[in-house]
């Protein structure tokens, strides 16, 4: 009677594996990073283009009061910062929200008015408009 072996790949293989539980616990300092890569993309934000052109940047910041949060707007370097600063003097350590950071966007094109830039924070979630210079829309051109 023949032995039929089969094989059955694991999504990420073992090595993948061994090298995550070595390092968990073998090595804090894996924690550190493992936990600063969780993080990196913290606070979720969501840039589209509004049907007018403008640039809309949305930011998920539950928990955060208006007065915690700054947005700078520098329209000669064209960047806004978006920044948001929690006193973490009388509040327990929270790794999911209410965090401090800091969000720069540049606009490459200068297809933007940055100063028109307008800001409002509504249910936990800031939105940032910028308007599209005059400039940069695109216009219908009729054929004579």
Do not use: W
Request: charged share 30%; hydrophobic share 35%.
């Amino acid at each position: 009677m023949n032995a039929i072996t089969l094989h059955r790949p694991g999504l990420l293989g073992h090595k993948y594996f061994e090298e995550v539980f070595d390092n968990l616990f073998g090595d804090q300092h894996f924690m550190d990073g493992a936990i600063k890569r969780s993080t990196k993309g913290y606070p979720v934000v969501d840039i589209y283009r509004d049907d007018d052109g403008s640039t809309i940047l949305e930011f998920a910041l539950a928990g955060f009061a208006r007065d915690e949060l700054k947005v700078d707007v520098q329209p000669g370097k064209r960047t806004i910062t978006v920044a948001g600063e929690v006193d973490e003097t009388n509040r327990k350590r929270s790794r999911i929200a209410r965090r401090n950071f800091v969000k720069t966007y540049v606009n490459y094109d200068d297809n933007l008015d940055m100063s028109k830039a307008d800001a409002k924070f509504e249910n936990g979630l800031l939105t940032v408009k910028v308007p599209q210079r005059p400039e940069a829309k695109p216009i219908s051109v009729s054929i004579g």
